[in-house]
């Protein structure tokens, strides 16, 4: 499902990740495990394409290049700067995330309220 190979990232001179590759099959359950400042949250930055990695670095999704792929993924991240008292509900947070999916110029229509309920 996920092929990694060669991902360094740096930020400026500080080279945080160097020469990383992992394969993660369909179906299993991962976990990244490491201390604070390890390079976790960035490596999973970098294979969702959210931070650039260095030159010569491969990542794949079922075989394709992220840009192909990049429609069916998500990306949640640990912490956020959130207005707690911003009114949203979940089926508001799915159609979020099929808005990638639309051009510019749409709003979401019923097929996409219906997955967005189904999800």
């Known amino acids: 499902m996920i092929d990694i190979s060669g991902l360094s990232v740096s930020y400026g001179s500080n080279r945080v990740l160097e020469g990383i590759s992992a394969h ?6 991962t976990g990244l495990v490491g201390a604070n400042g390890s390079g976790k949250s960035t490596l999973v930055k970098a294979a969702v394409g959210l931070v650039r990695p260095e030159p010569g670095a491969h990542v794949l999704f079922d075989a394709q290049p992220l840009e192909k792929f990049r429609h069916r993924l998500g990306y949640m991240p640990q912490q956020a700067d959130l207005d707690w008292s911003f009114p949203v509900i979940v089926e508001d947070l799915a159609l979020m995330g ?5 051009p510019w110029y749409r709003w979401p229509g019923k097929a996409e309220k219906e997955a967005a309920h189904r999800a």
Do not use: N, P
Not at 24 to 29: A, K, P
Not at 98 to 102: E, K, N, P, V
């Open 24 to 29: 993660v099959r369909r179906g299993t359950i």
């Open 98 to 102: 099929l808005s990638a999916q639309l």
